[in-house]
């Protein structure tokens, strides 16, 4: 009787997962395939020269030491990024959580996912409007300021770092708060009244306990920063080309989409390292 009741409760869960396996299968495992198959490709199927299959595509980046000079640079974006995320999202996630109470908490939650509701591209518009020359940014300091400053952020490494932390920075406070919210407060309640300094509090039992959080926001931010290419093609300008703007250029530009697929394998793949050999340090915050 308990091995029917077992099978039912089996056939059900699968019933209600199938929806979503379904989806999943289709919006994400479906397009990698094609990409995949795309990156094998000797040229685009349907050209007057024909079409094979070769590896040349993936050779090309072993070839040209662009590519790997650029994937090291997008790296380094990504972390810088995540960085600046993590320091300033984390103390945000912690006074929301923590030390904000009743409406204003959900005036300062809901300024944190206001930039959701606007189009990126309207945002990194803004930013360019912000900073550069003669812009929003340097006239406000002119007019506090007694001396004159020449700022022109716009086409700089630092516009593009601006841009994607403030596009991405929701992504930390929100995981971060999530976390923070489910400590008990009576857990902290019980170590002040054993003495325990506020730093104190912040480093045995808040950083700890709200690390997997922290650390799925990291994650968030850092993956789609490693390949974004619209902050880096508006705000950088020449300064502006990564990894990813080159594959755009493949895709939109050269439309050669067997290449631009094969750099975004070889991405997905360094990315997939990246997060396997941190994986320790997850499971262990996990646990």
């Known amino acids: 009787m308990a091995q029917v009741a077992h099978a039912s409760d089996r056939r059900r869960l699968f019933a209600l ?52 000079t650029l994937l090291w640079k997008s790296l380094k974006l990504g972390a810088t990024v995540t960085f600046f995320c993590v320091i300033i999202g984390y103390p945000c996630a912690l006074v929301l959580a923590k030390s904000i109470r009743g409406r204003s908490r959900e005036a300062l939650f809901l300024l944190v996912i206001l930039p959701f509701w606007s189009n990126s591209l309207v945002r990194i518009f803004s930013w360019a409007i912000v900073l550069r020359g003669n812009g929003v940014l340097e006239r406000a300091l002119n007019w506090v300021l007694p001396f004159d400053i020449r700022l022109n952020l716009m086409f700089t490494t630092e516009a593009v770092t601006i841009g994607l932390v403030h596009s991405y920075l929701p992504y930390v406070i929100l995981t971060s708060y999530l976390a923070l919210q489910a400590i008990d407060d009576d857990i902290l309640d019980a170590a002040r009244s054993m003495g325990a300094s506020k730093l104190t509090i912040l480093r045995r039992l808040l950083l700890p306990l709200s690390l997997p959080g ?42 050669n989409w067997p290449l631009g697929a094969a750099l975004s394998f070889i991405l997905l793949a360094v990315v997939l390292v990246i997060l396997g050999a941190a994986s320790p340090a997850l499971r262990k915050a996990r646990t």
């Open 17 to 68: 997962l199938s929806p979503a396996y379904l989806w999943l299968t289709l919006a994400v495992f479906l397009p990698l395939s094609a990409m995949l198959f795309f990156s094998v490709l000797s040229d685009m199927p349907g050209a007057d020269g024909g079409w094979g299959l070769t590896l040349g595509n993936y050779a090309a980046f072993l070839e040209n030491p662009t590519y790997s």
């Open 214 to 255: 922290l650390l799925a926001g990291a994650v968030l931010v850092f993956v789609p920063v490693v390949g974004s290419f619209m902050e880096p093609r508006i705000l950088g300008g020449r300064m502006g080309t990564y990894y990813g703007t080159v594959i755009e250029d493949q895709f939109v530009a050269v439309y």
